[in-house]
């Protein structure tokens, strides 16, 4: 399996302001995922994150808004841009690690927006 | 087209009974994975099984069993003899291969296990 952190585990932020988003893995992965939970909903993925390549968004989320960085096969950055009260979620990354190649997800990242 | 549909929305049944959450999955590929997430009051996902297209046998794991179905598309999730514990959201999903193994989740079940 694949142990998952991520910082800050909550934050309460002002319309207009940004954030940045933290997600350590304990291996070397090759893919990471961001997701996006909205309150009481299920998951949704935000875009996918391989090293040494520009991310890859899912139908309704743009580079501009959701910024992605993977430096490296154990580490990437999710920055929520101009916020706004409707991204407040709870955002999580994912990876896929283990024997069978599934998928784990770090803690979540509680973000409310003011 | 990928679709996950968990048509229970919310669930509550008595202590040690037992209670089968249902998934009915849509995809157009040969190779898949489905899985079970549960996700309790505390937020963290956790992991419970990954199950690929080519393996319709039914697993077993404690109190919880799975019943796969290519015939109907469905991924069943039985918990038996149910305990408190076992109260929380929990998400069917599904990931296609061609598709970078993206996990496409079900809108959830919440189960409420009553004492």
């Known amino acids: 399996s694949a142990v998952i952190s991520q910082k800050p585990s909550r934050d309460i932020c002002q319309r207009g302001t940004s954030l940045t988003i933290q997600c350590q893995v304990d291996?070397?992965?090759?893919?990471m995922f961001w997701y996006r939970q909205q309150p009481g909903q299920s998951l949704t993925l935000i875009a996918t994150?391989?090293?040494?390549?520009?991310?890859?968004?899912e139908s309704g989320f743009v580079i501009d808004k959701f910024p992605i960085s993977r430096p490296n096969l154990t580490f990437s950055t999710l920055t929520v841009s101009n916020m706004s009260p409707e991204d407040s979620s709870i955002y999580l990354c994912?990876?896929?690690?283990?024997?069978?190649?599934?998928?784990?997800f770090g803690p979540g990242t509680r973000l409310t927006v003011l | 087209a990928q679709k996950v549909t968990q048509a229970q929305t919310e669930i509550s049944v008595v202590e040690k009974e037992d209670v089968t959450l249902d998934c009915v999955y849509e995809t157009r590929d040969t190779t898949y994975y489905l899985f079970w997430y549960k996700q309790p009051p505390s937020g963290e996902l956790v992991f419970l099984i990954r199950r690929n297209s080519f393996d319709e046998q039914n697993e077993i794991s404690g109190r919880y069993s799975w019943n796969f179905q290519k015939s109907t598309s469905s991924f069943n999730f039985t918990i038996t003899a149910s305990q408190v514990v076992d109260s929380a959201v929990y998400f069917c999903?599904?990931?296609?291969?061609?598709?970078?193994?993206?996990?496409?989740f079900g809108k959830g079940t919440r189960l409420h296990i009553l004492p």
């Open positions: 994912s990876v896929e690690a283990g024997v069978g190649n599934e998928q784990f």
């Open positions: 999903a599904l990931s296609e291969q061609n598709r970078d193994d993206k996990i496409i």
């Open positions: 994150a391989n090293q040494g390549s520009e991310a890859t968004y």
């Open positions: 291996s070397q992965v090759t893919m």
